[in-house]
């Protein structure tokens, strides 16, 4: 479901480039509902993998 989520971010454009700061995590529930993952695993899980998935995604703009 992760590599579903990178359309999902917040992000904020500088001068420079775009930042991104974290997931729309009403969009990541609602996929993951969708998909019939729970919601308790998700709010468990997904807050560390967001903390990587953005550092990665900002290392790569």
Do not use: C, F, K
């Amino acid at each position: 479901m992760v590599l579903h989520l990178h359309g999902q971010t917040r992000a904020a454009v500088g001068m420079s480039a775009m930042v991104h700061y974290g997931w729309d995590m009403a969009s990541v529930l609602a996929l993951g509902a969708a998909r019939g993952l729970d919601a308790r695993l998700l709010a468990e899980w997904l807050p560390a993998i967001e903390a990587v998935a953005i550092t990665n995604m900002n290392a790569e703009d």
